[in-house]
């Protein structure tokens, strides 16, 4: 059981450069979540997905987009990469669980961007 | 909107002592709360979460948290650290009655705990 598989583990990109992100889960979730780690600023939600076909802004939206191409599936794209974007990048998924009640969410193991 | 507060950077104890990493929360409904820890160089991993029912929540690694509904508080506690402890704890939370898909993070807290 893989649970979340994100591609590549480390990137370097030129400043207007564009590069997709992967992320892949097998554990049936519905909902699947773009972060950036910063130090000193935690992690901060990009983008979410509550199901396949729907996304919504985080709260650091600006210069991403994303794709749920499927279930399983939740792409995190640069269009025109920044210097400002050199980040850690995780992507995780959860859902409902027994009850009712959200189940903890599981994360990837990060992809290190830096952008130059 | 909901929000989570870590107001330490770091905290440091030593090995034996217990420990304390702070966590406050604001949701418009009712909270989800969830703790998880980060090792050098690796993703995120679930610790404990309070979800309803008894206030005082045990968790992976002898990690317990209590829930206080009246400081809107989330605080993670060991009554025995161990130097294997030592990581960055991250706090996040989810809205029950408003938009549920989301969860969000405090900025995480350092913990150091010396031999």
């Known amino acids: 059981n893989a649970g979340v598989t994100q591609t590549p583990k480390f990137q370097v990109l030129k400043t207007g450069q564009s590069m997709t992100l992967q992320c892949a889960q097998d554990m049936n979730h519905n909902s699947m979540y773009w972060y950036r780690q910063d130090p000193g600023m935690g992690l901060r939600l990009i983008y979410y997905?509550?199901?396949?076909?729907?996304?919504d802004k985080g709260e650091v939206p600006n210069g991403y987009n994303v794709s749920r191409l499927n279930k399983r599936e939740f792409s995190l794209r640069l269009e025109s990469a920044a210097p400002s974007q050199t980040s850690v990048y995780f992507c995780?998924?959860?859902?409902?669980?027994?009850?009712?009640?959200?189940?903890?969410?599981?994360f990837g193991q990060g992809t290190r961007l830096t952008v130059v | 909107a909901q929000s989570v507060a870590q107001p330490e950077d770091q905290v440091n104890v030593a090995e034996g002592n217990p420990l304390t990493v702070k966590c406050t929360y604001s949701v418009s409904g009712n909270p989800y709360l969830f703790w998880y820890v980060q090792y050098p160089n690796r993703g995120l991993q679930f610790l404990l979460k309070?979800?309803?029912?008894?206030?005082l929540v045990k968790g992976s690694y002898g990690f317990e948290a209590e829930f206080n509904k009246s400081q809107t508080s989330f605080h993670l506690k060991k009554p025995s650290a161990l130097v294997s402890d030592s990581a960055l704890y991250f706090c996040?939370?989810?809205?029950?009655?408003?938009?549920?898909?989301?969860?969000?993070f405090g900025t995480g807290t350092r913990l150091q705990v010396f031999p």
């Open positions: 309070y979800i309803t029912g008894d206030n």
């Open positions: 995780a998924s959860s859902e409902v669980g027994a009850g009712g009640y959200w189940a903890e969410a599981f």
């Open positions: 997905s509550a199901s396949e076909g729907t996304t």
């Open positions: 996040a939370v989810r809205d029950v009655l408003y938009n549920t898909d989301k969860l969000i």
